[in-house]
């Protein structure tokens, strides 16, 4: 059997290969966007039987606030690109710098969040100012842990790449990582117009 027949007979390319990190973090992801879904469904049903106050609500919260957490989040996200293309080619110090650089940004949400609700109460924005701000604090505060779990797994991920465990033939882990980190992003690019732009 000549050498080109034998190689279109070759087995096909095991599933799990060709899926970015791993199945585990995948099922993570499915999960997390099917509470959200539930929690979006909770936001439409919310303002369409209270619909002035959803019309009111954003005026009264700090939108850059809103801006700069997209701006930390879309930035970090675009560091774990760079990470993982990094590890593709084997540069692991590049590989560090840009998961730390990650990692740093990331660690600005809450930063940002803390402030704002700092804001928010001292102009008597609480949970209890309206149905509006209820929702607001359940679900940003709810993503908000979704991003601090990211940021350990982030935390995590820097320590094996400074350890050298990650390599161009093996970089599920890290990988995995950066699809959790930007399924955050996805969801906050969601969140962010629900309660900062649309009225």
Not at 145 to 165: C, D, F, I, M
Not at 168 to 176: F, H, M, P, V, W
Request: contains cysteine; charged residues 15%.
């Amino acid at each position: 059997m000549s050498q080109e027949m034998t190689a279109g007979l070759r087995a096909p390319e095991p599933i799990g290969e060709s899926v970015p990190g791993n199945r585990g973090i995948w099922v993570g992801i499915f999960c997390v966007l099917v509470e959200f879904l539930l929690l979006f469904c909770v936001y439409f049903i919310a303002k369409a039987h209270h619909p002035a106050a959803f019309e009111r609500g954003p005026d009264q919260l700090a939108t850059v606030a809103g801006v700069t957490i997209t701006l930390l989040l879309l930035t970090s996200g675009y560091c774990m690109v760079k990470a993982v293309a990094a590890i593709r080619r084997d540069a692991r110090r590049t590989t560090l710098r840009w998961v730390l650089a990650a990692l740093l940004l990331g660690l600005g949400y809450p930063c940002v969040k803390f402030f704002e609700i700092r804001w928010n109460v001292a102009h008597g924005i609480d949970g209890a100012a309206g149905i509006f701000y209820t929702v607001y604090y359940y679900l940003t505060l709810n993503h908000l842990v979704h991003v601090s779990w990211g940021l350990l797994g982030l935390a995590w991920v820097a320590t094996r790449t400074a350890l050298g465990v990650y390599s161009s033939r093996d970089y599920s882990g890290l990988e995995a990582a950066a699809m959790y980190w930007h399924g955050t992003d996805v969801l906050w690019l969601i969140l962010f117009p629900f309660f900062y732009v649309l009225r």
